[in-house]
């Protein structure tokens, strides 16, 4: 059971260049999620799903954006990075919201990304 | 709006030391609580968890136990192993707009030495 992969791992960009950062899983779960995690600030949600079609922003959205054609993936998009971006990003998901909120989120194993 | 604090590290103990890791939470409804760790390198994964006033969590020897009266969840261990070193991360899970909303602390980093 793969559980949440993200990929890549590492990244390094240029100031200005796109990227996406791709996240699948593979446990039927509704509600999706990214964070990033910088040092001294936890983690903090950019933007999340709560199902296919259905997208909403979180604390940190400003220069991401995400989709959410199917179950399954839920890609974060940066259009022009900055070196602000340069942080720790998680991918996570849970069952759904209808099951209240006591279920647990599943995370992804990060990706490092630079920029430069 | 949610809020969780956690007291701040890094936090360094011997081995076979007692660990307790403080946290207290702000909600406005009926959360349930977790604490999340992160070995080096790695993604969270879920310690332990409380869903309801006064229940107990545990795992791998660790314990927290939810304290509606002082809005605590604080993490305790008997006797830390080398193995332990990790960010312990507490959270909580409330509803927000009819979603589940997931507010984590700031993190506590441990390292046991032998």
């Known amino acids: 059971n793969a559980g949440v992969t993200q990929t890549p791992k590492f990244q390094v960009l240029k100031t200005g260049q796109s990227m996406t950062l791709q996240c699948a899983q593979d446990?039927?779960?509704?509600?999706m999620s990214w964070y990033r995690q910088d040092p001294g600030m936890g983690l903090r949600l950019i933007h999340y799903?709560?199902?296919?079609?259905?997208?909403d922003q979180g604390e940190v959205p400003n220069g991401y954006n995400v989709s959410r054609s199917t179950t399954e993936d839920f890609p974060l998009r940066l259009l022009s990075a900055a070196p602000s971006q340069t942080s720790v990003y998680f991918c996570?998901?849970?069952?759904?919201?209808?099951?209240?909120?006591?279920?647990?989120?599943?995370f992804g194993q990060g990706t490092r990304l630079t920029v430069v | 709006g949610d809020s969780v604090t956690q007291m701040e590290g890094p936090v360094t103990l011997s081995e076979e030391a007692f660990l307790t890791i403080n946290c207290t939470y702000t909600?406005?409804?009926?959360?349930?609580l977790f604490w999340y760790v992160q070995y080096p390198g790695e993604g969270l994964q879920l310690l332990l968890k409380?869903?309801?006033?006064?229940d107990k969590g545990s795992n791998k020897g660790f314990e927290a136990t939810y304290r509606k009266e002082t809005t605590s969840f604080h993490l305790e261990k008997g006797s830390v192993q080398v193995s332990d070193s990790a960010v312990y991360f507490c959270?909580?899970?409330?509803?927000?707009?009819?979603?589940?909303?997931?507010?984590f602390g700031t993190g506590t980093k441990l390292q046991v030495i032998p």
């Open positions: 959270a909580l899970s409330d509803l927000g707009g009819g979603y589940q909303k997931v507010t």
């Open positions: 996570a998901s849970s069952p759904g919201t209808g099951r209240g909120v006591d279920t647990e989120a599943f």
């Open positions: 409380a869903t309801k006033a006064d």
């Open positions: 446990m039927n779960h509704e509600y």
């Open positions: 799903s709560v199902g296919a079609g259905i997208t």
């Open positions: 909600a406005t409804g009926y959360p349930s």
